[in-house]
């Protein structure tokens, strides 16, 4: 078509060699030009070219020019290659949604692995340390006052406490020192790990197994007078089960004769000469600390104060640290700098205790009495609970 419009036009009609000629140049030209669309259509053909115009796209400062030559596609890639999705593949950065939705997931992931560093880290401020089996246990005994020197104690910087009562050494051994381990606090190598269940006293198979885990555990008694303390314990389990026999009918197989029912346990607890025989037999009596769960309620700075020394820690924990809620009838620990509040035993602590008639006391005393006796002896230190 390009032949015959320009040989009708430019050359004459009679000149068949000049004809010729411009047939032979079209033909050339129309080569020459489907030559250069396919080599510019190529990149890896001519990879410099790309190379060259993407540069000139660059060098152009215009604000005009840059626009106009946007429309380019080299120019309109290099564009998109150099704005906020450059670092993404092709396909991201030219769906916004499912970019901004790469980047969501992108942050949770990284969120993800800083929490997971977090837990693994032992500097951490929130979880600093290592968990490790206890220095030092509160083994006893129920009612006696455990629960305050357990609170009274992890104040001090260099005691960690387990709040709950383990029960590992009684009633779940089977899961192993790894399990137990696990309920642990992370401490530093400077603190004491420590955890409290006052049943172990009275648990035949507690010294053993403790020995097993470390015969240098520290063991803490919270002892008190056992008359008082069996009535303590039948008062909690009132509360609990209001349908049982009096405190009388439980604690006497026979009343009129004087003859105490040893197999109720809160009459049991109570006998403690028995329960130490028993733990002396893994323990040395230096390993053992015995606290007053009297003194505890009438001098607690003093009672703490010797917890401290045999815990072998400075004696931080003092006077300024208590006040008596009269309310309740025990020491409480004032206002830490932490909290708004005092801090005091919950409302299961400090019951008033049921009514028992008095010739009834004198019985239990009496009962008590050489048990009492021998332990003084045993421990060098008489209680004065006669």
């Known amino acids: 078509m390009a032949y015959r419009v320009l040989s009708s036009r430019i050359?004459?009609?009679?000149n068949k060699l000049s004809r010729r000629f411009l047939f032979v140049f079209t033909l050339s030209l129309s080569f020459t030009y489907l030559c250069y669309s396919v080599l510019f259509c190529s990149g890896t053909v001519m990879p410099r070219l790309h190379g060259f115009e993407e540069h000139g796209c660059a060098r152009l400062e215009s604000a005009g020019a840059k626009k106009l030559l946007q429309k380019a596609p080299f120019c309109a890639a290099e564009s998109a290659q150099s704005g906020p999705n450059a670092a993404l593949p092709r396909s991201e950065a030219a769906s916004p949604a499912r970019n901004q939705s790469g980047r969501r997931a992108a942050a949770q992931s990284a969120r993800t692995e800083a929490a997971r560093s977090k837990a693994g880290n032992g500097t951490s401020a929130q979880r600093y340390g290592n968990k490790k089996l206890p220095n030092a246990l509160i083994v006893g005994v129920k009612k006696g006052g455990t629960r305050a020197v357990l609170e009274f104690i992890r104040i001090h910087p260099d005691v960690r406490a387990v709040g709950t009562e383990p029960h590992f050494f009684d009633r779940n051994y089977d899961k192993g020192l790894d399990w137990y381990r696990g309920l642990m606090p992370r401490t530093l190598d400077s603190q004491i790990t420590m955890e409290k269940t006052p049943s172990y006293f009275v648990t035949r198979e507690a010294p053993r197994r403790i020995a097993s885990m470390s015969r240098e555990t520290k063991l803490i008694v919270v002892v008190r007078n056992p008359v008082t303390r069996a009535i303590s314990d039948y008062t909690q389990t009132l509360s609990k089960k209001p349908d049982i026999p009096t405190f009388e009918e439980l604690a006497f197989k026979n009343r009129s004769q004087g003859v105490v029912d040893t197999s109720w346990n809160a009459i049991r607890i109570g006998m403690y000469i028995l329960h130490l025989e028993n733990?002396?037999?893994?323990?040395?009596?230096?390993?053992?600390?015995?606290?007053?769960?009297?003194?505890?309620?009438?001098?607690?700075?003093?009672?703490?104060?010797?917890?401290?020394?045999?815990?072998?820690?400075k004696r931080i924990i003092t006077d300024k640290h208590f006040y008596f809620n009269r309310t309740k009838g025990f020491p409480c620990l004032k206002k830490p700098e932490s909290s708004s509040l005092p801090r005091c035993l919950g409302k299961s602590k400090g019951r008033t205790h049921v009514q028992i008639d008095q010739e009834v006391i004198e019985q239990l005393r009496d009962f008590y009495r050489p048990f009492n006796v021998k332990f003084y002896e045993m421990v060098g230190h008489d209680f004065r609970w006669d």
């Open 11 to 14: 050359v004459p009609p009679s």
């Open 279 to 313: 733990w002396l037999q893994y323990f040395r009596l230096s390993q053992i600390h015995f606290v007053s769960g009297e003194r505890l309620i009438t001098d607690p700075a003093g009672e703490l104060g010797r917890v401290q020394d045999f815990l072998g820690l």
